[in-house]
Structures are given as structure tokens and as C-alpha cells.
């Protein structure tokens, strides 16, 4: 079993359905590579090899094996993350106990077939964006030794990067999902807050942490967290945020770049020639670059370890600093213990600005669909870390530290590699619940790459085709406040409405501001080549979701049928003339984002 075997989770699920590979031999070659790879740093603990694959020989015996979606995948688990069987030690033994039983997020991986192999390292705590803060090791980094892992989900990151398992679990909280991915040459996924439950989690920041995917492709990390993503009553941060189809890549895809100048690249010019190539590449694709005003996500950035949230990481270890401080890395503990000195008005004065950062990224959003970053401005060496442990892993967290903040969703994605043999990955960004539109037009920027997968230097396969429609769909054109990220966009995501394509109407169209609350446009078919073409997106509904939408639309609105630049015909909002009198011809925005954006500036 050498590098024939497959690879990615879609590959080996594939395999095993087909039965030219059994879930023990795919869990006899993790182990071997394991073995081979000679890096004790990646597992804190790892499960003896021979209850594994009496696991997968179980597994396979079972009649619903094959319908499972994770069949016999092997998975490691960040060991600040409950797996009965294995203790847990936030990389601390000081404070390690052995759970009584999964963390909500480790039930439903083996619910659906995965088999769990090991826990691994971690920067202690969660603190720590670099993966050497470990009393259990430094993990080497799978593309270059001399490199930092990243962290703090080092061994998490390093296992798939080097392709012990093809599959792991993170955590982030400033990061630590998509530092190691970049360092590493892998996909690493952030997740809406809330939409995986973190019961079972320790925590760093309890209103900000939530657990990360780490996978080869796109397609594998989006399949593991359609696993993972449901309500859980045993967590109190967890919110109903379904988790929407891939679909295709969008026509007049808007993606937010920083005004020029803004960028932070602390003097190293190969990165910041790789994020112009990224950016060239998305304009390639089709994208459209717009630039935005940074300085708002720099100063919510500067918060989170400047401001009161300290103080949620020194909760979680105060009993431990006060009875045995030395059991915890002198790094982290100078960190944490900061937050015992900060009060309640510091936090409450943090809070109130921190409301209004994110009112000032919503409307940031008003007119983008994502934004696209670098995960990190360069890239450390462990010796030069370990030299200046705190100012460079501060500056490694420049475009991460402010997402879990503004309640965004992350997909972190390797880009290039460097002549000096150094990854480059960037990051896309988009409001909470937007995670499907992030990984569907992520895919094609990674195939598109045509990078290979981790360390391995396995050649990504062609896309996978998107699965069809259930069939009674019917496709919906909104060109108001129903469009993601807008006002009333959450009564489409709230009837499993999905999004299909951005576009825009045939130039016949006129747009209005209507009188209304919350504002909302009006959409007038006038004379063929007298109007604008009008931005739009389409949904899909199913039939009873499409009726119950419809019948619940206010005058002077209602659905006509809407013609689209491509000549295609699709029903879609307009709206009764006879109102149009008192309101405002905004056509010349050519979409409802453009006149909402300026409006908000105004």
C-alpha cells in the first residue's frame, strides 16, 4: 500500500464503498506512515493500532456502512477536545483528566464513520498561533523542518500535511485553524460561530472559540463539517445555522481587497509577491477586486489581546496558576495572567466598541461578497520564534485575530509555493453562515492553483460535479434586501433556501428606493435597451418553501417573471408601478449593494 492509495477523504470514502481497499488497510497505512514519519511531537497520545482495526473490521461488517459519509476515515482529534478513551491535556499534564465520554463534535464524526486515531499537540492552551509551546514538542512542519508547525493546532495540522490521516480537528479562536493550514499546504476551514457545537471543548475564549477543519481539498473539509454542523442543547453557544449545497462559481463574484498601502507584509517581499499573484489568479477566474478599508479589522484585531478577552483565557486556568504555576509554559502563563488585572468597565467599554467595528464590517459586506486576505503577513522560523516568542507570533495573527470578533467564517487556502520552497495560502472571509459560498468558490481557486496536496505531493483531482437539484426546486431572482448578508436575507436561509448564482437581469430593468422598512427596492421592466441591467441573485426553494415565501410577500411588491443577461427567464421580485411616483430612481447603481453601500457612507 504505497502512494496508489487514496488520499483524500472523497477518495478513500470511494475506495471503501468499492471495496478495492478495506477500512483496516486505510487504518494499517495511517499507522505505518505514522511509524515512518518518526515525529512523536504530532500525537500526545495515540490508540493502540490494534483496536483500531478491530473498529474498522466492525465498521465494515455493518449493513449501513457504505451509506455513511465519513466510511472508515481515519481522523486525529486536537487534544483540547473530549475523544473517550483518550485523556485530555490541553498540552498541560498538570491538568489532564480522562473524559467520560465524546465531545458532541467526536460522537457525530464517528457517527458517520470515522475512526478516531489520536490526539494531537497543540501550543498549550490553545495560546499560540506557532506550535511551540508544548511540553510534548515541537511537531515538525510537513513542507520545510526548519519552519514553525503553526498552532496553536500544530500536530492537528502537521498529520494531515504529511498524510498520516486525511482528516483532523482544530480549534480557532485567533487563528489556530488557518496559521498551520498555510504553513502546511492544506485546507484549513473556520466555521460560523455556534455551527459546531463546542460542548466537550476546553476552552480558550468561550464566546469565541469553535472548533476548525483541517482536510487536503476544500471538498473533504466542507464534507466533514456537513458532518458536524447542528444545534446541540448541551452547548450554550451553539446557534441553528444550517449549512447550505456547494454550487457553482458565481457570475460578478465581488471580492474585498485592502486599500492600497494598508497591507502588513513585516518586509517580506516574497509573501506580498505571492498575495499579488493570488489576487491575479481570482481576476482570472472572473472576480471582480474591490478595495476596502482595512484599519477597522486591524483595530478589532488589536482587541482581542489587548482588550478584556484575556480574561476568558485566564478563566479557564486560574486554579491551575494559583496551585501550580509552573506546571504551565512560562509563554503562556505571562500571557494569561494578564487577565486577571482587567476590569468590568474595561470590559464593558471594549464591548461597546466592539459593537460599533462590527456595524462598520457589516456595511464593509453591504457591497462585497467575501473578503480575501493572506492567512499570515510571513513566515518564522522555530529558532527565530523561540528567540522572540511573543512579538512574532502576534504579527502571525495580523489577518486572523479580528474574525471570531466580527462573527465572520473563514476558508484558508494554500495559493503558491514560494521559490524558497515556503507555502503561501490566503484566506477568504465572508458574514456568519455564508461557510458553503466561501468553500464553493474556494474549490475552484485551489484546483485551479493545481498545487499538490500537503507534503505528499499528490496531484489534486479534477472537481468533483456538484450534486443535481432534488428536482422540485423552483430558482427565485431577489435583487434587494433579500440578498446575502442584506436585512431580510435570513427569511430565505430560514426555509433552506440556497444560493445558486449571482448574476444580473437583461439591461430592460429599472431599479427604485421604496418608501419602505426595512428599505427595499422596487423592480420595473420597462422598454427593451431602456433600462439598466439590474445586479441579482438567484435561490432555490423547494415548492412548499417557494409558496410559503411567496404568499408572505407585501405590496407594493410580488413575483413576475424576470429575463436574466443570458436570455434564461426566471420568476423574481418587481414591483407595481403606480408607487413608483414617490420613489427614487437609483438604475444608475446598477444593484441594490452598490446604492446601500454609498448610503451607509453617506
Known amino acids: 500500500m504505497g502512494a496508489e492509495q487514496p488520499e483524500t477523504i472523497a477518495a478513500i470514502v470511494a475506495a471503501h464503498r468499492a471495496g478495492t481497499v478495506t477500512p483496516a488497510q486505510t487504518v494499517a497505512r495511517s499507522y505505518q506512515r505514522i511509524r515512518d514519519h518518526r515525529d512523536p511531537a504530532v500525537f500526545i497520545s495515540l490508540r493502540n493500532e490494534a483496536d483500531a482495526m478491530a473498529e474498522a473490521e466492525k465498521l465494515a461488517a455493518r449493513e449501513d456502512a457504505a451509506s455513511l459519509p465519513l466510511y472508515g476515515v481515519p481522523v486525529a482529534v486536537k487534544d483540547n477536545i473530549d475523544a473517550q478513551g483518550f485523556a485530555t491535556t490541553a498540552a498541560c ?332 495560502g490566503i484566506t477568504l472571509l465572508a458574514p456568519a453562515g455564508r461557510d458553503a459560498f466561501l468553500a464553493s468558490i474556494g474549490r475552484v481557486f485551489h484546483v485551479d492553483t493545481k498545487l499538490s496536496l500537503g507534503a505528499k505531493g499528490v496531484a489534486q483531482a479534477p472537481l468533483a460535479p456538484l450534486p443535481a437539484s432534488t428536482g422540485d426546486e423552483i430558482p427565485i431572482a431577489v435583487v434587494g434586501a433579500h440578498l446575502s448578508g442584506m436585512a431580510l436575507n435570513g427569511e430565505l436561509t430560514a426555509l433552506n433556501g440556497r444560493l445558486i448564482e449571482a448574476t444580473k437581469t437583461a439591461p430592460d430593468y429599472k431599479l427604485y428606493a421604496l418608501q419602505t422598512t426595512p428599505p427595499k427596492p422596487g423592480m420595473l421592466r420597462v422598454e427593451a435597451g431602456k433600462g439598466a441591467a439590474i445586479e441579482l441573485e438567484i435561490w432555490s426553494l423547494s415548492a412548499s418553501a417557494f409558496g410559503k415565501f411567496v404568499n408572505a410577500i407585501p405590496a407594493p411588491l410580488s413575483i413576475g417573471t424576470v429575463r436574466l443577461a443570458d436570455g434564461r427567464s426566471v420568476k423574481g421580485f418587481i414591483v407595481e408601478p403606480e408607487v413608483l411616483a414617490d420613489a427614487r430612481d437609483i438604475t444608475a447603481y446598477g444593484g441594490w449593494r452598490a446604492y446601500m453601500a454609498e448610503r451607509a457612507t453617506a
Open 93 to 424: 499534564p498538570a491538568f489532564a483528566y480522562t473524559p467520560t465520554h465524546d465531545s458532541t463534535v467526536v460522537a457525530r464524526l464517528r457517527a458517520a464513520g470515522a475512526i478516531v486515531l489520536g490526539k494531537t499537540n497543540l501550543d498549550q492552551f490553545a495560546t499560540g498561533l506557532v506550535g511551540v509551546r508544548s511540553p510534548y514538542g515541537i511537531p515538525r512542519n510537513s513542507i520545510r523542518e526548519d519552519l514553525i508547525p503553526g498552532g496553536s493546532s500544530s500536530g492537528s495540522a502537521t498529520a494531515v500535511g504529511a498524510g498520516l490521516v486525511p482528516l483532523s480537528l482544530g480549534t480557532d479562536t485567533a487563528g489556530s485553524g488557518r496559521v498551520p493550514a498555510m504553513l502546511n499546504n492544506i485546507v484549513g476551514l473556520k466555521p460560523s460561530l455556534g455551527m459546531i457545537s463546542t460542548a466537550g471543548v476546553v476552552p480558550a475564549c468561550r464566546t469565541l472559540d469553535c472548533v476548525s477543519v483541517f482536510a487536503l481539498t476544500v471538498d473533504d473539509a466542507a464534507l466533514a463539517l456537513s458532518v458536524m454542523a447542528a444545534p446541540d442543547q448541551a452547548d450554550p453557544f451553539s446557534r441553528d445555522r444550517p449549512l447550505q449545497p456547494l454550487t457553482p462559481f458565481p457570475a460578478n463574484l465581488r471580492l474585498g481587497t485592502p486599500r492600497n498601502g494598508q497591507l502588513i507584509f513585516f518586509g517580506d517581499k516574497k509573501a506580498e509577491a505571492a498575495y499579488g499573484e493570488a489576487l491575479q489568479r481570482w481576476t482570472a477566474l472572473g472576480a471582480t477586486l474591490v478595495e476596502f478599508d482595512l484599519e477597522p479589522f486591524y483595530e478589532t484585531a488589536r482587541l482581542l489581546y489587548e482588550g478584556p478577552w484575556v480574561a476568558e483565557r485566564y478563566l479557564v486556568i486560574r486554579n491551575l496558576l494559583a496551585s501550580a504555576p509552573d506546571a504551565i509554559h512560562p509563554v503562556t502563563r505571562e500571557i494569561t495572567a494578564a487577565g486577571a488585572r482587567l476590569t468590568a468597565a474595561e470590559t464593558f467599554s471594549a464591548l461597546y466598541r466592539l459593537q460599533g467595528l462590527r456595524k462598520v464590517a457589516e456595511r464593509t459586506f453591504a457591497n462585497l461578497d467575501a473578503l480575501v486576505l493572506p492567512t499570515a503577513p510571513t513566515v518564522y522560523s522555530t529558532a527565530q520564534v523561540l528567540a522572540n516568542p511573543v512579538e512574532l507570533n502576534s504579527r502571525l495573527g495580523t489577518y486572523t485575530n479580528f474574525v471570531n470578533l466580527l462573527d465572520l467564517c473563514g476558508l484558508a487556502l494554500p495559493a503558491s509555493m514560494r521559490a524558497d520552497g515556503i507555502p503561501f
